[in-house]
Each structure stands twice: as C-alpha cells, then as structure tokens.
C-alpha cells in the first residue's frame, strides 16, 4: 500500500508537489500548492494553550498548502486533517530560522501552529501563504463589511428610512474585494470572484426583498388603520407602501439577479395595494351620496365630515396618482366636500335656531340657540382651515344667534 501523502511530495525536497493520492483529503477543485513533511509532530496553540500533536507508530506529520487553505495531516493514508485553516481567516505567518532547522508558523485570530519540516521548502511555502492568503484574506474582510452594510440596508427598510447608502457602501467594499483577487498572481481569482460574486447576489436578493418586505408590511398597518378608523395613519401607510412597491419594481429591472418568487409577490402586493385604495375612495364616494340624499340636516353633517375625513387624510398624506388619482382631482373632490359639508352645518345650525324661535319655553330656547352657535363655530373653524371658503360669514351668523340667546336669557332673568 503506497504512503499518499509521500507520494504528493515530490523532487527531492524542492516544494514541488502531486496532489494525485489527495483527493479524500482536497475539496473538489482544491488545488495542492506546497506540502512539507517532519517526523510526526504539530504544535498547536489554542485559546492560550499549546499542545503538541504526534502521530505515533513511526508515522509522518505533513503541511499541505492549497489554493484554498492550509492543513496539518497525521500519518501517512489520513481521511481527514488533524488541523485546517482557511487562508480567509489567516492574519500571519513567517519562518522562525534556527542554526539547526527553521520552523513554519502559520497564525488566524485565535489559533496557532507551528510546524517543524524536513522535507519542502518551508520558505517558498511560507511566501505563498502568506501573499495568497493575505488576498484571501483581504477579500473576506472585505465582504464582512459588505454583509455588514447589506444588513443595514434591510433594517434600514424595515425602520422606514432610505437605505441606499448601505449599498453604496456594500458596492465600494465589492471593489475592495475585487482588487485582491488581482493583485497577487498566484491567487485563484476564479475562485475569489465566485465568492465576491455570492454576496453581490445578497445584496440584489436583498434589496429586492427589503423593499417587497416593507410594501407588505404597510399594506398590512393600511388595512389595520382603516378597520380602527384611523383614516391619516392608513393614508400614510398606503403612500409609503406604493412608494416601497415602485421602489421594488425599480430594482428588480436593476438587479441581474431576482430572487425567485419576487415578481409574483411584487404583483400580489400591487393588486392588494390598488384594491384597498380603491375601496376607500369609493367608501368616502358612497358617504358623499349618502349625504346628498339624505333628509335630515345632522345624517348629511355625519355623512360628509365623514367623506372629508377620507379625503383630508389622502391629501395630507401626499395622494398623488395612488388608487388611482391625481393630487389635482383629490383637492377638487375635497373642496366639494367641504362645500356640502358647510352647507349642511349651515342648514342644521338654521334648523337650531328656528326651534329656539318657535318655542315658548325661555330654558328651551336658550338651548337651541348654545348648540345652534356651536354649529356655526364649526362651520367657521372649517372656512378657515380650507381655502375658497370665508369663515367670517359663519362668525357673523354666529354672533347673531349669539344676541338671540342673550336676549333670551335676559327675558328670563330680566323680566
């Protein structure tokens, strides 16, 4: 039976290598770059404390240096490493040259090894761990920091804020990585770029789904505010929602690649999204013919405030083309309300004070007069707040039941 890891050893001591008999030991496409070879002992550092591995029964040690990472074997047909460190993770390594031999140390954040060669080239290995694996290394760093910014780019969406700086920012450390698949000549950029290439798919995967993430989940505070009547907080959140909806349309034509499933979701959440803007509008629509029709004074008040109120909430959400409809048409159909809804103020205040003018009863009328000035107050208070109205008309009116009122309480008391 041939010694595998011997056999990979080839030319005398020179460094140069066969991976052949590797392949229970290499991953697919792992390409063995240097291997080096010592009696059978590996001195291992971890967590502050150093052990030292032996194979025993007269066996080997072996250093196989790869494209992809660095690994200590023990024995001579090993199925597996005794120690491997992916040249990602490596922060250094040097030769410690002695009288006698040199050592190879090989260092990542948390773990060290020493190893003692007999055979190989210990400098050559070290050269090219160290100038590969800085590579390997400065691309991961650098695609840490892109995650990092991918990350924050879904909270950002999540929180409602605009979350393009963190692509932009992903996008620079992409270049980062970039550039050391090329700077050493040596380093598999192939195999660099796979790896850059799988986060720059995060972060279009991402973006996508940020962006479907957040339309959902205002649509969803759309239905929730509409059912509990809180018509300003649905309007805002069906504005944000058609935002989020054109900000994911937008970046699925951008992005090379769409997760899967996206394009039905987008489809799903813009047909949810028309259909509750479309019932709101024709909710408000049908208070407005509810007001129109009716005979008594307070249903036609209650059915147009109501109908404003809709149409108050979508324009001051910034409506402009959602539902669909145009700012221009929303503002004419609230200044139409506000017409109906003063009209109808206006009728039940007169309504008011005719019943103060008909009775016979002082206290009585008193009454109808207060509420009849209430009315008018709210009428006056609307005329101010919207434009084409004159609330000085209702205040006039106001003050004018006003003196029927006084007049009224001073028969009472008067005499």
């Not at 690994?71 to 120690?83: H, N």
């Not at 509409?226 to 504005?239: F, H, K, N, S």
């Not at 109205?389 to 008391?413: C, I």
């Amino acid at each position: 039976m041939f010694d595998r890891v011997n056999d990979a050893i080839s030319g005398g001591g020179s460094g140069e290598v066969d991976a052949e008999h590797l392949d229970d030991l290499l991953r697919d496409g792992e390409e063995l770059q240097h291997a080096l070879a010592n009696d059978g002992t590996i001195e291992h550092t971890e967590d502050g404390r150093t052990t030292t591995i032996e194979s025993g029964g007269g066996h080997g040690a072996y250093m196989l240096v790869t494209d992809e990472r660095v690994l200590w074997v023990l024995g001579d047909q090993p199925d597996e490493p005794e120690i491997a460190f992916e040249l990602t993770r490596l922060q250094t390594s040097h030769v410690r040259k002695g009288l006698i031999n040199s050592k190879l140390e090989v260092q990542t954040y948390d773990e060290t090894v020493v190893f003692d060669p007999d055979e190989g080239d210990a400098e050559a290995a070290e050269d090219y761990i160290s100038n590969v694996g800085s590579s390997w290394a400065d691309m991961s760093s650098a695609l840490s920091q892109a995650r990092d910014a991918i990350a924050a780019y879904e909270d950002a969406c999540q929180r409602g804020e605009d979350p393009n700086q963190h692509a932009l920012a992903a996008r620079s450390q992409f270049s980062q990585a970039r550039r050391s698949a090329t700077r050493e000549d040596r380093a598999p950029e192939q195999k660099i770029r796979a790896e850059i290439r799988e986060v720059v798919a995060e972060l279009a995967h991402t973006r996508v789904t940020s962006w479907l993430d957040r339309a959902e989940a205002q649509y969803e505070d759309v239905e929730t505010a509409l059912d509990e009547g809180r018509y300003g907080d649905a309007c805002e959140a069906y504005v944000d929602a058609a935002e989020a909806v054109e900000e994911a349309s937008d970046v699925i034509d951008d992005v090379d690649d769409v997760p899967e499933g996206a394009e039905d979701r987008l489809e799903a959440i813009e047909a949810d999204l028309r259909g509750a803007g479309e019932r709101f509008l024709d909710d408000a629509a049908g208070r407005c013919e509810t007001a129109l029709d009716a005979e008594d004074a307070t249903v036609a008040v209650d059915a147009w405030e109501e109908a404003f109120d809709r149409y108050r909430a979508a324009a001051d959400a910034g409506w402009n083309g959602h539902a669909p409809v145009s700012e221009d048409a929303l503002e004419y159909q609230l200044t139409w309300v506000t017409a109906g809804l003063l009209e109808a103020m206006s009728a039940h205040a007169a309504a008011l004070e005719r019943e103060g003018d008909e009775t016979d009863d002082s206290d009585a009328a008193g009454d109808y007069y207060e509420d009849a000035e209430e009315w008018f107050e709210r009428a006056r208070d609307l005329a101010d707040e919207r434009p084409h109205h004159d609330p000085g008309d209702y205040e006039a009116e106001r003050d004018r039941v006003e003196e029927k009122r006084l007049e009224s309480a001073g028969w009472e008391f008067g005499g």
